[in-house]
């Protein structure tokens, strides 16, 4: 599955009870940051349980650009030979980070405070995304953009040759724009401050903290505080990636909806700042337990136990838990069609620029297939219909985005007629042994295309 290559049409179908376990691939934040940071250390770090996406190939492609040592050494083990703060090389070539937001707002972050130049490009997806949101405090930094209109991409960043250390107020709720910030302090002399009015994911933060950079993190009420002394010398280290709990989100969400289902998800990291959709889920009464529950190279780490729950309520999700589940509305939203009740989701308007406007996709969608969705700038309500009750039937778009094509497929798993994707390509970022690994659990789900 390529997001770069002809469409690939899919449909998933009505499906008898989901059983087993659910192996799913490693964390999608953890392996890009692990390559980066390996990149930023003299010496070799070796990564295990990588996630070979091709989000984080574009990312493990780039470091190479950038003159580290990037080698794959089978089986999910990586070696990454660093050249230290500072020592990125100027790329020769354009720097296409495809798909992926996280890849191409942390790696400038982490050459912004360089005397390098490099040019930044990605898919028809990425290119429309914003990027002001990073090139703002890179350029406090001493670091100069030139983008197409509204900070778009293709993009050149000049990196600061002379970097001053910044104090940035992160104006949205993004962990991307808090780690380029980060990234680029790393080469700044003297302490770069950034503070987060809400505590998004923390990755960063803790690996800066595990490669031993000096950091500090300071929660009061009514903001999260990080410090970092800038020109440190990383460490290098082993790094074991936790499975990801955005891509344990699919089977968790199509064994709550899939009559007689019992799914084992194993694995999952379950950092707090992650974990949200979790809660919700709960919450909304689904059959959800934590087993073995363990810590695992800092991060928490547990086994996810999910079972078909007839009985589930539409909530209204807390606006404040938003940062700690932001890619797994969609999913949440899919789960929301087979409650009763109204699921209220606000305080989302970040869900309107990510690989795609992740509201207006799925509130299409879900129309499409007969769910009542209403939407507004930072909001939006599914109507739940009840178990058994969603007629699906419909052709949804998935706009280039993973995470909305495997939520229309999740869909069809439960829905009365089959759901379908005009492009089932771009689950190849996150997750790319999606297909497979539902089918093992008992899913139907085709290829449909020429
Ligand atoms: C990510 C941060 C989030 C998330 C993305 C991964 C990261 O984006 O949506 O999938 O690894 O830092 P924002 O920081 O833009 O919210």
Not at 46 to 58: A, K, N, P, R, Y
Not at 104 to 111: D, K, N, Y
Not at 305 to 322: C, M, N, Q, T
Not at 420 to 435: H, L, M, Q, Y
């Amino acid at each position: 599955m390529s997001s770069h290559g002809a469409p690939i049409p899919m449909t998933s179908s009505a499906c008898g009870p989901l059983a087993g376990r659910a192996e799913v691939p490693g964390d999608k934040s953890i392996s890009h940051r692990a390559l980066i940071l390996g990149a930023l250390c003299v010496g070799e770090t070796t990564i295990s349980g990588l996630l070979e996406g091709q989000d984080v190939l574009d990312t493990a492609k780039a470091m190479r650009a950038f003159g580290a040592e990037v080698t794959d050494l089978g089986g999910g083990n990586w070696s990454v030979q660093g050249v230290g703060v500072g020592g990125f090389a100027e790329p020769d070539g354009v720097i296409d980070c495809g798909n992926s937001g996280t890849g191409v707002r942390l790696i400038m972050g982490a050459m912004a405070t360089s005397p390098i130049t490099a040019t930044f490009t990605g898919d028809a997806s990425l290119n429309k995304r914003p990027m002001a949101r990073v090139t703002d405090p890179l350029a406090d930094f001493g670091a100069q953009a030139v983008g197409r209109a509204g900070g778009r991409l293709p993009m050149t960043l000049v990196g600061a040759a002379d970097p001053v250390p910044v104090r940035y107020v992160v104006p949205v709720p993004s962990a991307q724009v808090k780690s380029a910030v980060l990234l680029a302090g790393l080469n700044a002399p003297g302490q770069t401050v950034v503070i987060e009015a809400e505590a998004t994911r923390d990755h960063t933060e803790r690996m800066l903290a595990g490669f031993g950079a000096q950091i500090t993190v300071e929660d009061t009420e009514e903001a999260r505080v990080i410090t970092l002394t800038g020109q440190p010398e990383l460490t290098p280290q082993r790094i074991d990636v936790p499975r990801d709990p955005s891509s344990a989100a699919f089977p968790v969400c199509a064994a709550l909806i899939v009559p007689g289902s019992d799914v084992l998800v194993p694995g999952i990291g379950l950092n707090p700042t992650r974990a949200g959709l979790f809660t919700t889920l709960r919450e909304m009464g689904a059959d959800l337990t934590f087993e073995n529950e363990r810590v695992e190279g800092g991060e928490p780490v547990a086994d996810l136990r999910a079972r078909f729950s007839p009985d589930l309520k539409g909530i209204e999700v807390p606006p404040a838990r938003a940062a700690s589940m932001i890619d797994e509305y969609p999913v949440l939203s899919v789960v929301a069609a087979f409650a009763t009740g109204d699921t209220v989701m606000r305080g989302v308007k970040e869900l309107r620029v990510k690989e795609s406007d992740r509201i207006d996709a799925m509130a299409t969608g879900l129309r499409a297939n007969g769910v009542t969705v209403e939407d507004g700038p930072d909001w939006w309500t599914v109507t739940g219909l009840g178990h058994g009750n969603v007629p699906g039937g419909a052709t949804c778009a998935s706009h280039l985005d993973h995470r909305i094509a495997m939520s229309f497929l999740i869909l069809g798993m439960a829905s009365q007629n089959p759901v379908s994707v005009d492009d089932g390509g771009p689950i190849a970022t996150s997750f790319p042994i999606f297909e497979p690994l539902m089918k093992t659990l008992g899913a139907q789900v085709e290829r449909t295309g020429g």
